[in-house]
């Protein structure tokens, strides 16, 4: 079983994604942090006790990591994209059983890697050569520490999710990709032409009224 954690918005910098999310959202997101391992930054905005949106770029003031970074952020042709415009790139499932999650799973999820920003620290899925599976719509299976999550830390600013849609080429073998890991109940799914590229959005519940974000 499996709990929605967290939205991902990627952008080619952080200020940019900032913009996205101030321009859709009506919101300045509050600071995260810093991932030394892999190269990058964020901000976070709380949408309930166990769930936020997280912003992520690549931090230019960050050594480059010896590995490829996750979120494939290194990729030409993603950074390409995104210097038009960030969007959401994935999304991640909270279990407290990750290994047995991950073997559950009908897509493979690359390899459990344990990640910190600060003194916080987690274990996460992601593929060794940092790629998105099914183009991000497959989401990170993430395991955080025993005790309260990092959400019920996060200002809340009246921000909650209402849902969170995906728009699928595949939806039925998508649908059974989430329900292998319990991800499918999280998610609202529906169809696109065969040759669209798969997408999210997030329904969020504002102090202005409900908003979207692409």
Request: hydrophobic share 40%; no cysteine.
């Amino acid at each position: 079983m499996t709990e929605l954690d967290h939205i991902t918005v990627a952008a080619h910098t952080l200020e940019q994604g900032l913009d996205h999310v101030r321009a859709h959202l009506g919101i300045e997101m509050p600071p995260g942090g810093a991932h030394p391992r892999m190269g990058t930054h964020n901000h976070l905005l709380r949408l309930g006790d166990a769930l936020f949106l997280e912003v992520i770029a690549i931090d230019p003031s960050a050594p480059a990591p010896a590995r490829p970074r996750w979120f494939q952020l290194d990729d030409p042709a993603l950074q390409a994209e995104l210097r038009i415009a960030p969007r959401i790139l994935t999304w991640v499932v909270r279990t407290h059983r990750i290994a047995e999650t991950f073997l559950a799973s009908s897509r493979p999820l690359g390899a459990i890697e344990l990640m910190e920003r600060g003194v916080l620290r987690w274990l996460i899925t992601f593929p060794n050569d940092g790629t998105l599976i099914d183009g991000g719509m497959m989401p990170s299976v993430i395991q955080w520490p025993e005790g309260a999550h990092p959400a019920s830390r996060m200002p809340d600013l009246g921000y909650t999710l209402e849902r969170l849609e995906a728009v699928h080429p595949d939806p039925a073998s998508y649908r059974r990709d989430l329900a292998s890991i319990g991800a499918d109940r999280h998610i609202e799914i529906r169809a696109i032409e065969p040759a669209s590229r798969p997408h999210m959005v997030a329904h969020i519940r504002t102090p202005t009224g409900v908003r979207t974000l692409h």
